[in-house]
């Protein structure tokens, strides 16, 4: 038997959070798809975060850390200016994060062995919908980007 206890409770600058996965042993990715109302109401589009989950979220001072703050690419702009008229409906949204190493054998089934990103051929992909459907690859810094 199991215990449910409450991860993380969404609020106006973080909601409408899906498509989770997990970038290492301890760090959750999340995304939101907080459709067209509620990108109005706070005046802000989708973003991804990542949660440490040894951390205690239910402290308020304790907030995910935003990886992605997504804008309009030129296909979701020009559909948000029609009102959503058209294929697109009006909104760019986060379709969710991938981080594998590329084994497509049962021993790769997702939550098999823990992600390392950036090592052993683990890479960290996001992908863009109701726009121009792109899908990015995130690049681990090297080591000349990294602060010292």
Do not use: C
């Not at 979220?57 to 995910?64: M, T, V």
């Not at 296909?75 to 009102?83: F, I, Q, R, V, Y």
């Amino acid at each position: 038997m199991g215990r449910l206890s409450l991860f993380y409770e969404g609020n106006q600058k973080v909601a409408g959070l899906d498509n989770i996965q997990f970038l290492s042993r301890d760090v959750l990715l999340a995304v939101e798809d907080a459709g067209d109302t509620l990108h109005m109401q706070r005046k802000a589009l989708d973003s991804g975060y990542a949660f440490d989950v040894t951390v205690d979220y239910s402290n308020r001072d304790n907030q995910p850390i935003r990886w992605l703050a997504e804008g309009r690419d030129p296909s979701a702009t020009l559909d948000s200016a029609g009102g959503g008229f058209g294929k697109n409906d009006g909104d760019n949204e986060i379709t969710g994060a991938h981080v594998s190493d590329g084994d497509s054998s049962i021993h790769g089934i997702l939550g098999a062995k823990p992600p390392h990103f950036g090592h052993d051929g683990w890479r960290w992909f996001w992908t863009q919908q109701h726009g121009d459907n792109i899908t990015w690859e995130v690049l681990p810094a090297s080591r000349s980007d990294r602060e010292d």
